[in-house]
């Protein structure tokens, strides 16, 4: 091992004649939380599903903590924790059944066993729900048992296919309050999400469009590397503004965000003082622009546009 | 240590398939009270014995000896005469509303006839739409009037004065195993068998795909969990059910319908544990097999009923089977442990003699539960999803 958990290289999946996954590399570093950025269907799940040794790559190589992705699928299961994207606990069984059980089939028993369910169950703060039937549990409960079943053995690996869909946004920081509580006993995280929001936790991330990676940094890095310096325009009857905005010659990329509008330009071009004037020949008024710094969003926007997706 | 970390693991999903087992009320039916049920039921309705064939007398002759022959149909308990009736309209009529299955007609004049010496004749007629009563009751009959006429004649003899005629064969027959031929005994056992057959490879088919449906099959093959660890650990519930289902219905078919127990009861109840180990591994294959539990149900019926019923020699008998049905009956493995439990129960015959049948069991259990671990994928299928 060279200080990566996670290696690959080449890894393609196939279904039929689609390309879910399609000859991607990348290295996850020991004790990083790496993101995976994406729209659904982008292969997020495929790839974690493939790292995790449930589904057998079309093509290529790799290593996850320290065993082969194609032969060594058995060994990988003992170092990962995984939690799928719909939820996949037993619902016919408590909160402290389906823990016993799955650490049990870790190898956890007697003392250790109590321990870890202990601990997970603070962590998750389901302790006074230990003996409730999963089945009439909430789904932030549930979301939580599910990471909780995830991290129960102590794994040095972590796979988390979009943890926090369909989970409140209070909710989502408590889970990313765990998840860095997490890294900082030394443990690797993988996370897919398609919150963009959510990506900026991240130590390094990849942003997956249609089964290939097309770009692979840190969230400030990724940033820095837009070559466009990006505004944001307020304006009464945005959408309106809008139509007119985006037909603008010297404009490369207009999107709507929340209630602005988010111009992006070369990063020399003095943009203020050419929209306003493009604005007010046109009749607009009573509008504000000022230079914002990018977020991971502009940044896939700018990808996606420049890949014609 | 790896193989306690294997045994750990078989354990664990053993008593997390319990826990579900007893939580689900259907399936826990199902399991444990449905095969007594369908014992008491269907013990009662399944039965060849043909006794009590109702019949009417069309008694046009009205005479002594015609009186004696009717009383001669009424002396046995395998035909009840219902009546007597005076047409062939009225046979017609009780014979559609099924109230009778054959009539006696005898004509006029048949005393007169026998009385001047010529040979008489009388009529049988029988309901054919119900082949077997039809075909046994005219057994009984002509046996009736065989007996009838041997009398008849001994007295024709008595009278030109020989006396005490003797008979140059007599059959005297002695049945064994089963001395009152009484259909229960070999329908009980053979009913058992059947009904653990379905039952066992019916519950264990819902539990690979239910797993598949509800989406916990995806954490499981994401755990260090062998497929042969879930396999193992899921039968063992299974087999503790099975035990009490077969110990329930030797138990009733001992006491309710009086089937004989001759051999030992624990040795019954070991090789239907093996029956059992086979029959749940059928259930376990089909399930991972289909990944859906409705296929996965109908197929554990159709494979286990219609075979455990008619190729395991329960009511048709094997041997007059065109050759490859019967090679296929090797395949069944109701016909081994059918075989074993009229040997244990009714001959008390001990499993020493009866070693090829637990063979046969044993590899047909292998076989399968072999099978089973093959056909279960750790893996996702493949499709996008």
């Known amino acids: ?309 | 240590m790896k193989s306690g970390r294997s045994l750990g693991r078989i354990l664990a999903v053993a008593g997390k398939e319990w826990l579900q087992i007893r939580r689900d009320a259907r399936s826990l039916a199902l399991s444990l009270v449905a095969p007594a049920l369908l014992i008491m039921l269907f013990g009662y309705a399944l039965t060849v014995d043909v006794k009590n064939v109702s019949m009417a007398v069309y008694d046009m002759d009205r005479s002594t000896l015609s009186r004696r022959l009717v009383e001669e149909f009424s002396h046995t308990e395998y035909l009840t005469v219902r009546g007597h009736v005076s047409g062939y309209d009225e046979i017609d009529g009780l014979m559609d509303r099924e109230h009778i299955a054959m009539a006696l007609v005898i004509p006029a004049g048949f005393e007169r006839r026998y009385k001047s010496g010529k040979s008489v004749e009388v009529q049988l007629v029988t309901d054919g739409s119900d082949a077997t009563t039809a075909t046994v009751a005219i057994g009984y009959a002509s046996a009736i009037v065989t007996n009838f006429n041997l009398d008849l004649k001994i007295r024709e003899l008595a009278r030109s004065g020989i006396r005490g005629p003797r008979m140059p064969v007599d059959v005297r027959s002695r049945i064994w195993y089963n001395p009152e031929l009484e259909s229960k005994n070999f329908i009980i056992p053979g009913l058992i068998v059947l009904i653990l057959a379905i039952i066992s490879a019916l519950i264990a088919s819902l539990t690979i795909s239910r797993e598949w449906e509800r989406g916990t099959m995806e954490t499981l093959i994401t755990t260090p969990v062998r497929g042969h660890e879930l396999v193992l650990g899921k039968l063992i519930p299974y087999l503790f059910i099975g035990l009490f289902d077969v110990a329930a219905t030797i138990t009733l078919g001992y006491f309710v319908f009086d089937v004989p127990l001759k051999g030992s009861f624990v040795e019954l109840v070991l090789v239907a544990l093996l029956f059992l180990a086979g029959t749940s591994s059928l259930g376990v294959l089909l399930s991972a097999a289909t990944r859906v539990q409705v296929l996965s149900v109908q197929a554990a019926m159709v494979v286990t009923y219609l075979p455990s019923f008619i190729l395991s020699g329960f009511i048709f008998p094997i041997k007059s089977m065109p050759i490859v049905v019967q090679a296929i009956t090797y395949l069944v493995p109701a016909k081994y442990l059918i075989v074993l439990i009229k040997g244990i129960a009714l001959k008390g015959v001990s499993v020493g003699l009866l070693w090829m049948q637990i063979v046969f069991l044993a590899i047909f259990a292998l076989l399968v539960l072999a099978g089973s671990v093959r056909k279960l994928s750790m893996r996702l299928p493949e499709a996008r999803s």
């Open chain 1, 1 to 309: 091992m060279n200080g990566n958990t996670v290696e690959v290289r080449g890894l393609t999946k196939r279904f039929g004649d689609f390309y879910a996954v399609n000859d991607i590399g990348f290295a996850v570093r020991a004790g990083e939380i790496f993101g995976f950025l994406g729209p659904n269907g982008a292969g997020k799940s495929t790839t974690i599903r493939m790292l995790c040794g449930i589904l057998a790559p079309t093509a290529g190589e790799g290593s996850v903590a320290g065993f082969n992705i194609m032969t060594e699928q058995e060994g990988i299961k003992s170092a990962i924790g995984y939690m799928s994207q719909r939820f996949s606990l037993y619902d016919d069984l408590t909160v402290r059944e389906n823990l016993e059980f799955f650490g049990s089939v870790y190898g956890l028993e007697g003392a250790r066993l109590r321990e870890r369910i202990a601990y997970v169950m603070k962590m998750a703060d389901i302790g006074r729900r230990g003996d409730a039937m999963v089945r009439g549990l909430p789904g932030g409960v549930k979301q939580r048992l599910a990471l909780g079943g995830a991290i129960l053995h102590d794994p040095p690996v972590l796979f988390l296919d979009e943890p926090t869909s369909g989970v409140d946004p209070i909710m989502r920081r408590t889970f990313w309050e765990i998840i860095y509580d997490f890294s900082r006993n030394g443990k690797t995280i993988f996370v897919t999400t398609h919150y963009m929001d959510e990506a900026e936790h991240c130590d390094r991330m990849a942003l997956i469009i249609a089964g290939k990676i097309i770009a692979l940094d840190s969230p400030a890095a990724l940033k820095a590397a837009l070559p466009y310096s990006v505004w944001s325009l307020r304006a009464e009857r945005f959408i309106e503004v809008f139509e007119e905005v985006a037909a603008f010659p010297f404009i490369d990329e207009a999107a709507i965000f929340g209630s602005d509008i988010h111009i992006m330009c070369k990063k020399d071009l003095p943009l203020k003082r050419e929209l306003s004037r493009a604005l007010r020949e046109r009749g607009v008024s009573g509008f504000r622009i000022e230079e914002v710094d990018a977020t991971l969003e502009d940044v896939f926007v700018s990808h996606a546009r420049r890949l014609g997706v």
